[in-house]
């Protein structure tokens, strides 16, 4: 009786070309192989199977019952691994339907969303883009599962396993954000008048510090937190409104201050710049449409600079 793990697939692709030709000369031709060697093939189908398969008859050689109840599934047989062994076809977004989940900040979402998402719409239609927010914990997990494509985020913070493939995308650094026309802040706000300021503090963990905090707290100093939220969104129409400040990454704040009265001054404190990468499994680097978002992702970062207004004087509203 044949067995699996000691039966040779190879000769089911000699089984099927006898079935189609039902003569060993020309299979033979077909495989590359001499007469001689085809016959030995046979031969060895005969054993393996228990069947004679093709017998000599004054017609020529003809299929046993047998042989003609293989050929059929044999041949479903070839094609399935056929296809598992052929190379893919080269990913087309046009034509593509799939949905990707991306994890990353509001930050993130924010800065980057608006421009590629019209990218994604003109080019791959059919493509659908899902944004969730980090966590607090790296989603190791979700990511090696497939159930996260991408993550996007401040090095410092994500802090991805060394296995995983990271690459930077833009940096950023900190400034302080106030409402045109506030008395207390200029260009040259300096630590104590800053210090002295009511701030808000964005936290989507729900911590009453950031990395402000730690910097003023490594200096011996302190700052008022009069209110913590959890969107950058609501803090900055609230900055707008009232003579609270906050700590805005810059290229966001650029954003909100083209719609909203906000100016942009240097921090009177040395942070140091964040740098925004995206990171990605191993087993997707190769994959082609992980590859395509991925592409789509650096080229929508490398217009952010071309994007925004440039970092301007206080008086100028930036």
């Known amino acids: 009786m044949a067995d699996l793990r000691t039966f040779d697939l190879n000769l089911l692709i000699a089984f099927?070309?006898?079935?189609?030709?039902?003569?060993?000369?020309?299979?033979?031709?077909?495989?590359?192989i001499s007469q001689s060697a085809m016959s030995h093939v046979l031969q060895r189908l005969r054993q393996q199977l228990e069947d004679p398969l093709l017998v000599k008859t004054p017609a020529g050689m003809t299929p046993t019952l047998r042989a003609l109840?293989?050929?059929?599934?044999?041949?479903?047989?070839?094609?399935?691994?056929?296809?598992?062994?052929?190379?893919?076809?080269?990913?087309?977004?046009?034509?593509?339907?799939?949905?990707?989940t991306i994890a990353a900040t509001d930050y993130v979402e924010a800065l980057?969303?608006?421009?590629?998402?019209p990218r994604i719409a003109q080019q791959a239609p059919g493509?659908?883009?899902?944004?969730?927010?980090?966590?607090?914990?790296?989603?190791?997990?979700?990511?090696?599962?497939?159930e996260i494509d991408l993550i996007l985020g401040f090095d410092v913070m994500l802090n991805p396993p060394k296995h995983l493939h990271c690459e930077r995308l833009f940096d950023d650094f900190m400034v302080c954000v106030a409402r045109i026309g506030h008395p207390r802040v200029s260009?040259?706000?300096?630590?104590?008048?800053?210090?002295?300021?009511?701030?808000?503090?964005?936290?989507?963990?729900?911590?009453?510090?950031?990395?402000?905090?730690?910097?003023?707290?490594?200096?011996?100093?302190?700052?008022?937190?009069?209110?913590?939220?959890s969107h950058f969104l609501s803090a900055s129409m609230i900055v707008a409104q009232t003579d609270?400040?906050?700590?805005?990454?810059?290229?966001?704040?650029?954003?909100?201050?083209?719609?909203?009265?906000?100016?942009?001054?240097?921090?009177?404190?040395?942070?140091?710049?964040?740098?925004?990468v995206?990171?990605?499994?191993?087993l997707q680097d190769q994959e082609f449409a992980n590859r395509w978002l991925r592409e789509e992702i650096r080229a929508a970062c490398a217009t952010l600079d071309h994007q925004l207004p440039n970092f301007g004087s206080p008086s100028s509203g930036k």
């Open 16 to 32: 099927d070309l006898l079935m189609k030709e039902r003569n060993v000369s020309r299979a033979a031709d077909k495989m590359f």
């Open 69 to 100: 109840s293989l050929v059929a599934p044999v041949a479903a047989v070839l094609k399935d691994v056929e296809g598992l062994i052929r190379a893919p076809a080269p990913f087309d977004p046009a034509t593509c339907r799939r949905a990707f």
């Open 112 to 117: 980057l969303l608006p421009i590629l998402a």
């Open 127 to 146: 493509v659908d883009i899902h944004f969730k927010r980090t966590s607090s914990r790296f989603p190791s997990h979700a990511l090696e599962q497939g």
């Open 187 to 229: 260009a040259a706000l300096t630590l104590e008048d800053y210090i002295d300021l009511p701030h808000i503090l964005v936290s989507r963990t729900g911590a009453t510090t950031g990395q402000v905090d730690s910097w003023l707290a490594e200096h011996g100093r302190e700052r008022r937190v009069a209110l913590t939220v």
């Open 244 to 276: 609270m400040v906050m700590a805005f990454p810059k290229r966001t704040a650029e954003q909100f201050a083209q719609t909203l009265p906000l100016q942009l001054v240097p921090l009177p404190l040395d942070l140091p710049h964040y740098d925004t």
């Open 278 to 282: 995206m990171v990605w499994h191993p």
